[in-house]
């Protein structure tokens, strides 16, 4: 159980001893500073501990928002501070340090020590309260304005209000989220978890897949009502885990991975569902997942990219976003015309229900490979004209998002010197340009593509001898992306082994999941995999080349290729899978919940 320290006794009529009590902290009251010393040398020091002023005055929400975060390793309100086991020694320092000059008076104890530890190095995270009140009055006219400022101001609502995300989607804003944050709060007071509610919406999108997989239109109708209640249970964890504050390390897998999971199995009834009307659309099923995984990796290295950016060009799109964001329509317009997921989900939904799998996947290629054309060309554009450096920080985010494994690091290490200008965009360019029109234009099985493939890994290793600093170079782990699930795609589908298709797509949805996963541990801060995993996997460029060379040995024996995707796609599954768990399970997993893209 947390423990709160009241730093002196309780103002009369106060109800702050019975405010911290319903926030689950034991409460015990010091008589001054000497004392406070004391009693936090009495709480374990695994434990979170909470100095509040007696004279606090504010909402119970600022103190849960203050006292309560899992996320920090201290926080602090006026008046409130707290601070978990990796703080505690810090507190410890600065509250001796109070206490050597207790005869200096000071008006807030709890907010003088967290200056204190912000001089010490301890980041301690101050939220934004908005219009609720956290004071610390002097006198009782001040009080009195105090309580007044606190009851004008309804504490539930901006809690619940503060539950939806400030930037969502227009479907999201307006069709889900006015009724799924009461949904939320209704989960709250009966002691849901997020988790619960993330693996009810994985459960539900499920059940929608299998309804999809009848391919009778009363399962179309059934698959998309199900898999918009399966998107409202995905806004609902979100706003639960804000509204409780109940953030979680096993969270932050859930939710980082369900939403992927839930929308490529939908594809795969989809498909499943068509091929029992005599329809094949594995292909586009699996254009569809190569498509946006691709896309998805391009926010997300561009982000990584220039998450510490402070050029001219960072302030220059940051001004014109500013003032674009001041034209509503253009808000609307420019978050809907990226086609986030709750946009994309409801147009799947709609058109599941009232026309056929191919119309779904060709409106799904179609409105996302335009947005990912506007939004691309966009940060091509800002990256030209960046006058900002790199960080080292990311660039190895960098390296570690393009999945080379040990064959590209080996062609690396050999042609790598020292001091040479970062041409890795234009080397991922040759790798990706040669192998796919290699791919496309030999048939299925020739071994001019294994050569290709040879180059593919060759180049690719060039593209990370240097370190990723270019302007550009945040393009090279999207390119090595399409390069690899391309050429499973193209290769599955020009081959005549039966179901050769299906396997493709259970592969890519594997290697997917490996790059998922390593983006979501990079945004953690706890780096990429561990090194023997992507040696384990092969890398993408060790991907790459044994399909090409498993389709030149296989080709002509009746299902031998897709037997071969298929103990490959099981192989990697079950690797990364294990690794997976083991990671976001353990205690050095980040205690974070992923807000993931733009609902």
Known sequence: ?????????????SSLDGDLRSLGFDVRIASGTEETG???ADVPAGERVALVDPRFVGHLHALRLALTDPRFPAAAVPGALTAQAEARPALTRALDGASATAGTPVADLPGALADTLDADGVAVHRPQLGTLVATVPTDAEARHAARAAVEAVDDEAVRLRSAVKAHDGFFTTFFISPYSRHIARWCARRGLTPNQVTTASLLTALVAAGCAATGERAGYVAAGVLLLVSFVLDCTDGQLARYALKYSTMGAWLDATFDRAKEYAFYAGLALGAARNGDDVWALALGAMVLMTCRHVVDFSFNEANAESTGAAAKTSLALSSKLDGVGWTVWARRMIILPIGERWAMIAVLTAVTSPRIVFWALIAGCAFGACYTTAGRVLRSLTRKGKRSDRAARALFDLTDSGPLARLAARLFRRPGDRSLGVAFAAIATAGLLSAVLAWPFGDRQIVIAAVGYTVFAGLAVAQPLKGALDWLVPPLFRAAEYTTVLVLAARSDSPGALPAAFGLVAAVAYHHYDTVYRIRGGTGAPP???????????????LVTVLAALLAGRGDDFTLA???????????VLVESVRFWVSAGAPAVHDEGETA
């Open 1 to 13: 159980m947390s423990t709160a320290i009241l730093t002196g006794p309780p103002a009369p009529g």
């Open 38 to 40: 004391a009693l936090l």
């Open 531 to 545: 090194a023997w995993l992507v040696r384990v996997t092969g890398g993408h460029e060790g991907r790459t080349l």
């Open 565 to 575: 995707l298929t103990v490959l796609a099981v192989a990697v599954a079950l690797v």
